[in-house]
């Protein structure tokens, strides 16, 4: 569940560096008085709304429905927490409920409704709704994503499937060994358009969207509105309505943010602090730490069970099984301490997360924001705590500017390990100064740009680039999506 009370910054359709054409909506703003009945949803949709215990649309559900059920084409600046997901899921399936069937007949269910993620983890969770949202209706949903062998999605796509949600690297080996075909979509989303520039998946995305008839609706989903972002908007949109709500920083009422200053070596110990502080405070000692890099998440994880913390680690040299079987220790409790790389800092739903530790900053500003947006989810409270080093002042600086607001520098609880500065020497002296910042990094873990598989029926794990994240699914509900997991 989320709170339904997110802040729309603005709402906009005459954005020219987006597109020149767009209309002006700027008369909608959001109605605390809408409910979902007023979008005129076919019951079968409000039904399952309703068993979901939604009642009040989120902002951005409010803004984009109506337009979405109107044929536009959208861009959204929303990210994962907002609600977005039935932001489009909802008026997609109304959109081509019209085509539903009960045939049996696989040419009754092209593929009408295509939605490309940039992980397989939010893949999966958009699948989740669409199987959950669509369920009283006779269409058909699905994922595929790589690092799974090929033949039950195989199995899936040949049956047919209106609503298909993918990562673009599997969606072009089935489309190369002639088990998906796109030439009956009529709407396409691209969600986290911003991560998935990120990753490299451009000229994927070319690609796919060629396949598309050029008569569609596109949705567009991104964080930011990047230069290339809008480049992208204006090559793939027609005449968008631009939506935009708070971004999830600014829910500074339910994220207390910190930072400590701490000498680089110092981080580890600092954790236990920390985490110590907590225990005496009798708050949750669940947390995640986002570490930068694998090796450092490894190592990380591991030093601190040695300090007697139940730790495990997230990242993308793990199989698919194992990140599950560790998310899913975490959320049980039987781990407290989730180490994760930036793998983890999207996409992933875990309600209620009490904390989350920057153990290093991310490169990118971007990506702090989706880290600490781990927490103070759904309306409720979180603390955001960052161990910087004075060789990290520049990223904190951008952070600050991306932020729009400076963060508290406190020392680190009593009995600390040496600190990188006191919080008296503010970063703001040496801000400035030229620093050692690495520069911006796309995340390293996930992708590299498609290459058609030479026996595509083969377990995508064999591909160079899906070794590193070849994936087992373990967890029941990636079982049940992977086998086709309609009806929930
Ligand atoms: P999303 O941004 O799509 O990842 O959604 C974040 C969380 O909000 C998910 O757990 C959704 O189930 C939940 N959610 C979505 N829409 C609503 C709504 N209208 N009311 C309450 N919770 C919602």
Same mark, same amino acid.
Do not use: W
């Given at each position: ?5 997110? *802040? ?10 987006? &597109? ?9 703003? #959001? ?37 979405? /059920? ?50 397989? *983890?939010?893949?999966?969770?958009? &699948? ?39 990562? #673009?690297?599997? /969606? ?33 995305? @070319? ?17 930011? $509105? ?41 981080? @580890? ?16 000692? @669940?947390?995640?730490? $986002? ?120 020392? /680190? ?31 390293? $873990? ?18 160079? *680039? ?14 049940? /999506? ?7």
């Amino acid at each position: 569940m989320i709170n339904t009370d997110t *802040e729309i910054t603005s709402i906009t359709g005459a954005d020219d560096t987006v &597109a020149p054409s767009t209309t002006s909506v700027t008369d909608t703003a #959001p109605s605390a008085t809408i409910t979902f009945a007023d979008f005129g949803l076919d019951p079968k949709i409000q039904k399952a709304v309703l068993e979901q215990g939604y009642t009040i649309p989120t902002p951005i559900q409010a803004q984009s429905i109506p337009h979405v /059920l109107a044929g536009r084409d959208l861009m959204g600046a929303a990210q994962t927490g907002t609600g977005k997901t039935a932001a489009f899921v909802l008026p997609i399936i109304q959109q081509i409920l019209r085509h539903a069937s009960n045939s049996a007949s696989p040419a009754r269910h092209p593929i009408r409704a295509l939605v490309l993620t940039p992980t397989r *983890e939010l893949a999966v969770q958009v &699948a989740e709704n669409a199987a959950s949202y669509s369920k009283h209706t006779d269409l058909r949903a699905a994922v595929v994503y790589g690092g799974v062998d090929m033949k039950e999605q195989v199995g899936i796509l040949r049956n047919g499937v209106e609503i298909l949600i993918a990562t #673009p690297g599997r /969606l072009l080996d089935h489309i190369g060994s002639k088990v998906a075909n796109l030439s009956q979509v009529e709407i396409l989303v691209l969600d986290e358009a911003d991560r998935m520039l990120d990753m490299g998946f451009l000229p994927d995305l @070319q690609r796919i969207i060629n396949l598309i008839p050029a008569q569609r609706q596109t949705l567009l989903f991104s964080a930011t $509105f990047s230069p290339e972002i809008k480049k992208l908007a204006q090559s793939y949109l027609r005449t968008p309505v631009t939506v935009e709500v708070a971004r999830q920083n600014a829910a500074a009422d339910t994220v207390k943010q910190v930072v400590h200053m701490v000498a680089s070596a110092d981080k @580890q110990s600092a954790i236990v602090r920390v985490l110590e502080e907590r225990t005496r405070k009798g708050l949750s000692r @669940q947390c995640i730490i $986002f570490t930068n890099s694998r090796l450092g998440c490894a190592r990380l994880s591991r030093a601190l069970e040695r300090d007697g913390i139940k730790a495990g680690a997230i990242h993308g040299d793990k199989s698919q099984g194992e990140r599950t079987l560790t998310l899913d220790a975490f959320k049980s409790g039987a781990i407290e301490a989730l180490v994760a790389t930036d793998v983890a800092a999207r996409g992933l739903d875990i309600p209620d997360m009490p904390c989350v530790i920057n153990h290093e900053l991310p490169y990118n500003a971007e990506d702090f924001i989706h880290r600490i947006g781990r927490t103070g989810r759904a309306g409720s409270t979180g603390d955001a705590i960052a161990l910087v080093d004075a060789s990290e002042k520049r990223l904190l600086d951008d952070i600050e500017k991306l932020m729009k607001r400076k963060l508290d520098i406190k020392p /680190l609880p009593e009995g600390t390990p040496s600190q990188g500065r006191t919080p008296s020497s503010s970063h703001s002296s040496t801000r400035s100064s030229p620093s050692s910042a690495p520069a911006k990094m796309s995340d390293p $873990f996930f992708y590299k740009p498609y290459e058609p598989s030479a026996a595509p029926h083969a377990t995508e794990g064999a591909k160079p *680039e899906e070794k590193k994240v070849g994936i087992t699914p373990a967890k029941p509900t990636v079982g049940a /999506l992977l086998g086709g997991f309609k009806k929930k």
